[in-house]
């Protein structure tokens, strides 16, 4: 079978394809939106996809492919150390010293004596088990109402609060349908204090269409890889893990530009958490 025909080597090769850029463009500003250019794919889900092939983020690859750079560059050639760490994106040489040496071990000095060059461009996670039951369906689209909340994603439990308490005051648990979060920016890919996520549930007939607090809008219906997950919720972060950095490059399928819905199918007032069901539905192609 020729590379080109495996799935999870195509992937392999679009990472390759954003890191050479970033190792040719390190005096740019590499953001997420324009990797996830380079990458041809969403924004939504090529943060996931990077982080969990290699088990690094984008911004700590940024900052690895500069010191691997510079490392090149002072065994390359004998421009001065500072004028090296300018090259890379470093405008403070203390800075880029104390950095250089917690990534190499050596001062940037000692570093050009002993002559070594590195390559270090690409480790990839070894494709895993199937250890998380995962089906593709064709999904119909709900209306949705939901409180946003704003910040990082383990303090999200206020914004379920808000929302029980609205659907309890106005007597309208009979006409939700499924509980979920949308989070709407890849951890890790902008300041938690930014992160923004929705707490919604789908709507039924009845729903009134306008409620104070919280905000409508709609999730659209079509292809979904639906992964099955059964266990305390703390526990979901592998198995986003696995469905990004294992099945969906080995999949040949192609994520969507939406984000996924992490739905609650079990209530854990009086469900074990041992045995809560959670769906975590990737939108594709």
Not at 72 to 86: C, F, I, M, Q, S
Not at 104 to 121: D, K, L
């Amino acid at each position: 079978m020729a590379a080109h025909d495996r799935p999870f080597v195509r992937y392999e090769e679009r990472l390759n394809r954003v890191l050479c850029y970033i190792y040719e463009n390190l005096d740019e500003e590499l953001s997420l939106d324009r990797l996830s250019d380079i990458a041809c794919m969403s924004r939504y889900h090529w943060h996931r996809v990077f982080r969990a092939m290699t088990d690094e983020t984008l911004s700590n690859a940024v900052r690895r492919l500069r010191l691997l750079k510079a490392a090149n560059a002072l065994v390359e050639g004998d421009a001065p150390v500072r004028t090296v760490a300018e090259q890379v994106g470093y405008k403070n040489l203390a800075s880029f010293s104390r950095a250089f040496k917690l990534a190499h071990g050596v001062s940037p000095n000692e570093f050009r004596a002993q002559g070594t060059q590195i390559n270090n461009f690409l480790k990839v996670n070894p494709i895993g088990d199937d250890i998380y039951p995962i089906t593709v369906k064709d999904l119909k689209g709900v209306q949705a109402a939901g409180v946003p909340h704003i910040g990082p994603y383990r303090k999200i439990g206020g914004a379920f609060k808000t929302l029980g308490g609205a659907l309890m005051a106005n007597s309208l648990m009979d006409n939700v349908g499924e509980l979920f979060v949308i989070y709407h920016d890849p951890p890790e890919a902008r300041p938690e204090s930014e992160l923004r996520s929705h707490v919604a549930i789908s709507t039924l007939p009845g729903f009134p269409d306008q409620l104070n607090g919280l905000e409508y809008f709609d999730v659209v219906g079509g292809k979904y890889a639906v992964l099955e997950h059964k266990g305390p919720y703390p526990t979901l972060k592998a198995a986003y893990e696995w469905l990004y950095g294992h099945w969906l490059p080995g999949s040949g399928l192609e994520p969507r530009h939406a984000p996924a819905l992490e739905v609650y199918i079990d209530d854990p007032k009086t469900t074990p958490s041992i045995d809560l069901r959670t769906e975590i539905r990737l939108p594709l192609v």
